[in-house]
Each structure stands twice: as structure tokens, then as C-alpha cells.
């Protein structure tokens, strides 16, 4: 296995933030090490307003890292999440 490091986002629901190690370590088992720009609760957004969220946090934190990945969960589910909450 050749180790390879990529800038990551991981789009994700906050009552998901302690399965993300589960799955960096799941990736690091397969030689990937990744750089995470997510926002969870170690880095929080307080910010209140969905269009400041979207293009002056969430965006570029997504155009840096380059890949994003999307944790989806039982979790995920229950939030009723639609394509309304991404800056694509």
C-alpha cells in the first residue's frame, strides 16, 4: 500500500462527530492519511445565517480540500438533510 494524504471535507450531521475517527481510521488502515476541514464540535460554526454558512464557511472549506466526502448515517436520516444544505 502506498500512503497517500488528501485535503478532506466530510459533510456530516453533528451527532456523527465520533464516527469520523472510526472512518479516518479505516482510511489511514488503507495508506490514505487525510487532512480534515470539516466543521465539528472540536472546531464549531456559531454563525446563524444558512447563506453566510453556505458560501463564507462552508464553501471554502469544501474548494480547499478538494474531495468531499459524505458521511451518511441513521443519524442522517432524521435530519431530513436535502441538496438545499450543500453550496454545490
Same mark, same amino acid.
Given at each position: ?8 471535507? /466530510? +459533510? $456530516?450531521?453533528?451527532? =456523527? =462527530? +465520533? ?7 479505516? !482510511?489511514?488502515? $488503507?495508506?490514505?492519511? /487525510? #487532512? =480534515? %476541514? %470539516?466543521?465539528? %464540535? =472540536? #472546531?464549531?460554526?456559531? &454563525? @446563524?445565517?444558512?447563506? *453566510? /454558512?453556505? %458560501?463564507?464557511? !462552508? ?7 478538494? @474531495?468531499?466526502?459524505? *458521511?451518511? +448515517?441513521?443519524? @442522517?436520516?432524521?435530519?431530513?438533510? @436535502? +441538496? &438545499? $444544505? *450543500?453550496?454545490?
Amino acid at each position: 500500500m502506498v500512503n497517500e494524504t488528501k485535503n478532506v471535507f /466530510i +459533510s $456530516h450531521v453533528h451527532e =456523527d =462527530d +465520533s464516527g469520523l475517527g472510526k472512518l479516518k481510521d479505516l !482510511l489511514a488502515n $488503507h495508506g490514505m492519511t /487525510i #487532512r =480534515d %476541514s %470539516s466543521i465539528n %464540535s =472540536d #472546531r464549531p460554526n456559531n &454563525a @446563524t445565517s444558512p447563506g *453566510y /454558512i453556505k %458560501s463564507q464557511i !462552508l464553501a471554502p472549506q469544501i474548494q480547499w480540500a478538494g @474531495t468531499l466526502l459524505v *458521511y451518511i +448515517s441513521p443519524q @442522517t436520516k432524521k435530519m431530513g438533510l @436535502t +441538496s &438545499a $444544505h *450543500y453550496p454545490m
